[in-house]
């Protein structure tokens, strides 16, 4: 029996006029769509008229799911992945299925579309030629504060992702650690509130002290330049 296919099927990051021809149809053409939240992918399904199966897929059950899928895949069946927002396997529970599916060569197809830090990088200002992407730093303050003393002397531009709830403690720890450099700050990228602040970081911490913090961030933050 030949395997299936797994789809890797980027979709919007907000806006849903985002998404692609193409990942319409092969959303529509699987057998299978795993998600990482079926009310949230039922929603652009909706939206689009669209109906399939969906099963979640996401950080909390990926260990037993994986293999349910990987078994589904070789019996034939044909199974997109979508996170929340964006292309999956960034920062999300797809990089661990694709990594099965490569032990068991099973073909993986990617469908491109939108990516927040993309996004957020082209509106910064800052050099786009070399860049890495660090996603979410640690949560407990002393591998944080090891990560963020580490890349204090990346040359190339930094791009990170942080929550509403420690963005001011991101700002701060950063200004500290690293000098005031420039900084670009996205937030709500493609959606109603959408918003770029630009400056040195002690100006967009400011910036932010004054405002009700809401949305999801994406900071992108100026190479070490001495």
Do not use: C
């Amino acid at each position: 029996m030949t395997a299936g296919k797994l789809y890797l099927v980027s979709t919007p990051i907000g806006n849903l006029s985002d998404i692609s021809l193409r990942a319409l149809e092969t959303l529509k053409s699987v057998d299978l769509i795993a998600a990482e939240d079926t009310r949230h992918t039922g929603r652009l399904l909706a939206h689009y008229q669209m109906k399939n199966d969906l099963t979640s897929f996401h950080d909390f059950n990926q260990r037993g799911k994986t293999p349910r899928l990987i078994e589904l895949l070789l019996g034939g069946r044909s199974i997109a992945v979508v996170s929340d927002a964006g292309t999956p396997g960034i920062s999300d529970p797809a990089y661990s299925l694709v990594n099965q599916a490569i032990l068991k060569e099973i073909e993986i197809i990617p469908i491109p579309g939108p990516t927040a830090l993309i996004s957020a990088l082209i509106v910064s200002g800052l050099p786009t030629d070399r860049f890495t992407f660090e996603g979410f730093l640690p949560v407990k303050s002393g591998r944080r504060a090891k990560r963020i003393a580490e890349l204090k002397e990346e040359k190339r531009t930094i791009l990170l992702y942080e929550s509403p709830q420690r963005l001011l403690k991101a700002l701060g720890e950063i200004l500290v650690a690293w000098g005031d450099r420039k900084i670009s700050v996205s937030r709500e990228l493609t959606k109603k509130f959408e918003e770029t602040v630009r400056g040195n970081i002690s100006e967009v911490k400011s910036y932010f002290e004054k405002k009700s913090i809401k949305g999801e961030f994406v900071l992108v933050i100026e190479g070490n330049r001495e």
